[in-house]
């Protein structure tokens, strides 16, 4: 069987797609990193694609003879963001578990890289997972500061703040 990948930017109708993806990766991969309590409340409110991120033309997703196995991207800002016209938002960037150290996230991120540095930002600045905190390092990416993210509902998300100058 011959593989093909493809990268291509996410549109709407790849909402469920993204979903069930998303809801895979994170009890998966975050579980180490993370206590279980802490999972099931942030599970329901990261397991989710934003809407105008998917309709943004930013945001991209690699398929592997169809099924998507690896999505991110990047904005101007994001909710919690202070919003600066400099600085880009790395935005939910995942891959499948099975399709791991597969090189993938790297390729979909040096798409956004280039895509970012195109328009002139100043720096792509991400809120890391503790678990892809080494995954941002090795594109570059430099701690700032440890916070707690507000992701809504009243739940926040211990992460690592990174910026990546361009």
Not at 8 to 33: C, E, F, G, Q
Request: include cysteine; charge should be neutral; hydrophobic fraction near 40%.
């Amino acid at each position: 069987m011959t593989l093909t990948l493809t990268l291509r930017p996410a549109d709407p109708s790849d909402r469920l797609a993204v979903d069930a993806l998303l809801s895979r990766v994170y009890p998966k991969m975050l579980a180490r990193d993370y206590p279980a309590a802490t999972l099931r409340a942030a599970h329901p409110l990261i397991a989710k694609s934003n809407p105008d991120l998917l309709a943004s033309g930013t945001y991209h997703l690699i398929e592997e003879n169809g099924e998507v196995i690896c999505v991110g991207g990047w904005s101007r800002g994001y909710p919690t963001a202070i919003q600066e016209d400099s600085a880009g938002h790395v935005r939910h960037v995942a891959t499948d578990p099975r399709h791991l150290r597969r090189g993938h996230a790297a390729h979909l991120m040096k798409h956004v890289l280039a895509e970012a540095r195109a328009t002139r930002l100043d720096r792509l600045e991400c809120l890391s997972t503790t678990t892809a905190q080494s995954f941002y390092a090795g594109l570059g990416f430099m701690p700032v500061q440890n916070i707690d993210a507000d992701i809504g509902g009243g739940v926040t998300f211990p992460v690592v703040k990174m910026q990546l100058p361009l």
